[in-house]
């Protein structure tokens, strides 16, 4: 039974996350994620299918290696998604910031 995922499934794992932040800046090899974790192969694979089936991660075949690369336009889903929280708590540490300048100012 093939289950579909969806990428913010996919990102609810920590290990998961951990792989994406890994792959960010350079294509990586399933051993060469693998050799960062403290889990069997078998559980990063598994982490690796889940990724790929949500297209966060896209795969890429050199000879006998596959290497695993970031996906930017999915990982633009849930920036998109993150955007307007961003947006409000920058509003509301900004709001803060200008209320501590004042109580600062009348010391």
Excluded at 5 to 14: C, E, L
Excluded at 40 to 59: F, G, M, N
Excluded at 94 to 104: A, C, R, V
Aim: hydrophobic share 40%; glycine share 2%; net charge positive.
């Amino acid at each position: 039974m093939n289950l579909r995922r969806d990428v913010f499934q996919a990102i609810a794992d920590p290990t998961r996350r951990a792989i994406l932040l890994l792959v960010a800046s350079q294509s990586l090899t399933a051993g060469a994620i693998a050799a960062n974790f403290d889990t069997a192969r078998p559980t990063v694979s598994k982490h690796l299918q889940i990724l790929t089936e949500c297209e966060l991660l896209d795969q890429k075949q050199t000879g006998r290696e596959i290497y695993y690369h970031i996906n930017a336009k999915n990982m633009k889903q849930v920036a998109d998604f993150i955007e307007p929280f961003r947006k409000m708590w920058d509003d509301r540490f900004n709001k803060l910031e200008d209320i501590m300048k004042k109580h600062q100012s009348k010391k």
